[in-house]
Nanobody
Framework: VQLQASGGGLVQAGGSLRLSCQVSDSLSMFNVMGWYRQAPGKERELVATITRSDATNYADSVKGRFTISRDPSKKTVDLQMNSLRPDDTAVYYC?????????????WGQGTLVTVSS
């Protein structure tokens, strides 16, 4: 399984970016997919997740500003980020989680850098 994240870049505070995660396999294989981020000197944290039934969950810090979505036909999971703030600056990673009977498999993309200037 391969995940390829793209869409990062430099944006001013208040601006928007759309991240996309291209998945090599069918999205139906994964119970949950999500976006995480890691700011310099900080631990990786959850940003948003979406299940196979399209149930979503967001970190409190991004609620109302970010929207996660999935397109099974394109095998992509996107993160629309609006009203960006300097503290959103981080490397953003996509993750796919597959729960089997006896184990849980997790797959990570390589990360895409988002920089928000004040």
């Amino acid at each position: 399984v391969q995940l390829q994240a793209s869409g990062g870049g430099l944006v001013q505070a208040g601006g928007s970016l759309r991240l996309s995660c291209q998945v090599s396999d069918s999205l139906s294989m994964f119970n949950v997919m999500g976006w995480y981020r890691q700011a310099p000197g900080k631990e990786r944290e959850l940003v948003a997740t979406i299940t196979r039934s399209d149930a979503t969950n967001y970190a409190d810090s991004v609620k109302g500003r970010f929207t996660i979505s999935r397109d099974p036909s394109k095998k992509t999971v996107d993160l629309q980020m609006n009203s960006l703030r300097p503290d959103d600056t981080a490397v953003y990673y996509c993750k796919a989680r597959r729960a089997l009977v006896s184990q849980i498999l997790e797959f990570w993309g390589q990360g895409t850098l988002v920089t928000v200037s004040s």
